[in-house]
């Protein structure tokens, strides 16, 4: 059974959801199940899926496994802020503070596509 | 004695190492009629017991015990993922200052090794860790993007790093219960598989690591050699992390260091010795900015300077750190006060730090999305 929350709607292309605090205004990712206690305290909030890149890594999996070097980084989206984990896709390297856009993605839920600037 | 007052009566630790033959109960039984022995008592004067363990399944506190003919005394089990050792202390001191005990055993035992390798699971019954492990979240990569930022906002090299490697490598082979127990260069560490860039096998601690530590806490002090006494315990844990975080803050820390510092009365300037989570060797850097003993920004000068060194101002991992003995997890916060008993004590050995007074431990506990960290500890002891 696959409860990961939904956090993308069904406008065209999709945009990414989180959720507002009422009081605070913070705002979390993924957005808050709406069967949680917690769902009463918080507003859906539509990001705006352009962001920069805060920090980053890449992760050289044994060899053993077979699998190639992958970016994973924090990206920073501004508009609605808040900070989102993720894997990053590009050509060459990532770096600090390059444009990446928030995407929907089958494997994985979401991934950050560097923006060519 | 002074009521409040509580002592370190004994310390003892196993040799943390890959040890798959040998199961938990016997290695933690090892570091308890050790730490009994240094005690000068005997099981009998022990009237509670805390045991801190994350992976070794329920009740583990209990099975250790049950074959040393104890009279049924209570037996407590307390899991705060690497911090599980320093809560322990922290609970059992809680129970010593209400008077409900005198003496307590507090115990710390992980076998890794019986998890088949790999990086250390995270907890997964949350949905912003799930989708985040998903993409690729481990306890390694968490550190590199610290790693990253850090080499990025302070404009410095990887070589930096690999220093703190090197120096504690280098305490780590004049410790014989470290389990890494080579000298190491700048130029293998840095050579060393690369793991999460800009961190490298050497600069990750050991994960196959099995290990005990135990020590015996009184109100009363008996121990025939001079008191080392606990002058501050503090748990902290991870405040939901915001868009405008600096990763580099090590927030948790900090306030748990900023608490300890308060309840004890002194600062950083009084602190003569240091064991901190060095798990990777980035965080060392971040921790002596958020322990105070640097100011900000002045990490990297601090590290250079050789003042963090066994024969610095400030030593700090003497026994060599996580990276050099390795991690076993419900163990690491108790041996690293275990050290530090021994560096106060005159009793370190080749490692023996020059007359410390005042003792600082830290340790810190990971593994959920959202937050610094879950749980971070600071201790200090003095004698």
């Known amino acids: ?98 444009k990446y856009l928030m995407k929907p993605d089958t494997e994985f839920g979401h991934i950050f596509e560097k923006i060519s600037q | 004695m002074n009521k409040n007052m509580i002592y370190i009566e004994g310390v003892a630790m196993t040799r943390f190492d890959k040890q798959p033959n040998t199961l938990a109960p016997e290695l933690a039984q090892s570091a308890i009629l050790n730490a009994v022995k240094d005690a000068n008592l005997t099981l009998n004067d022990i009237e509670a017991i805390y045991c801190a363990n994350v992976f070794g399944g329920m009740i583990l506190g209990q099975l250790i015990v049950r074959d040393l003919q104890l009279q049924g005394i209570p037996i407590y089990n307390i899991e705060n ?14 129970a010593l200052l209400a008077e409900q005990y005198k003496t307590i055993l507090v115990v710390g035992i992980e076998q890794l090794t019986q998890l088949g390798g790999g990086t250390i699971p995270l907890q997964l019954n949350d949905h912003k860790t799930r989708i985040y492990a998903n993409s690729g979240l481990v306890l390694p990569s968490i550190y590199a993007m610290r790693a990253t930022r850090y080499l990025y906002e302070r404009d410095e090299d990887p070589s930096l790093l690999a220093q703190v490697a090197v120096k504690n490598r280098f305490n780590g082979s004049l410790n014989p219960y470290a389990q890494q127990r080579t000298p190491t260069t700048i130029e293998e560490v840095l050579s060393s598989r690369m793991i999460a860039e800009p961190l490298t096998l050497m600069q990750c601690c050991p994960s196959q690591v099995d290990g005990a530590a135990a020590l015996i806490l009184s109100t009363e002090h008996n121990n025939g050699r001079k008191p080392v006494k606990l002058l501050a315990s503090i748990v902290q844990s991870g405040m939901q ?26 600062g950083p300037n009084d602190i003569d010795v240091i064991e901190l989570h060095d798990a990777f060797t980035i965080a060392e850097l971040i921790y002596y900015e ?34 050099a003995k390795g991690h076993p997890l419900g163990a690491t916060g108790v041996a690293q006060m275990v050290e530090l008993t021994w560096q106060l004590e005159g009793r370190a050995m080749e490692r023996q730090v020059n007359k410390p007074k005042i003792a600082l431990a830290q340790c810190t506990g990971g593994g959920i999305a959202g937050v610094d960290h879950a749980a971070s500890s600071v201790h200090i002891l003095g004698i």
Request: aromatic share 6%; net charge neutral.
């Open chain 2, 241 to 266: 992390e915001k868009y405008s975080d600096d990763i580099l803050d090590a927030e948790i820390t900090a306030r748990a260091a900023r608490l300890a510092y308060e309840q004890a009365g002194i």
């Open chain 2, 290 to 323: 958020a322990l105070g003993i640097a100011k900000p920004g002045e990490g990297p000068e601090l590290l250079r300077s050789g003042k963090t060194g066994l024969s610095g101002k400030i030593p700090v991992n003497p026994s060599g750190g996580l990276l």
């Open chain 2, 81 to 94: 993922a690497c911090a599980s050792g320093a809560t322990a202390v922290h609970l059992a001191k809680h």
């Open chain 1, 1 to 98: 059974m696959d409860i990961t929350p939904r956090y993308w709607n069904q406008s065209i292309p999709p945009m990414p959801l989180g959720s507002m605090h009422k009081k605070s205004k913070e705002i979390i990712f993924p957005p808050v199940a709406k069967d949680s206690p917690l769902d009463i305290d918080y507003v859906d909030q539509e990001l705006n899926p352009n962001g920069t890149l805060y920090s980053f890594t890449v992760i050289h999996p044994s060899k053993k496994l077979g699998i190639q070097p992958y970016a994973i980084g924090f990206v920073n989206l501004p508009d609605f802020p808040v900070r989102i984990f993720g894997r990053l896709v590009q050509s060459g390297s990532p770096a600090i503070g390059d």
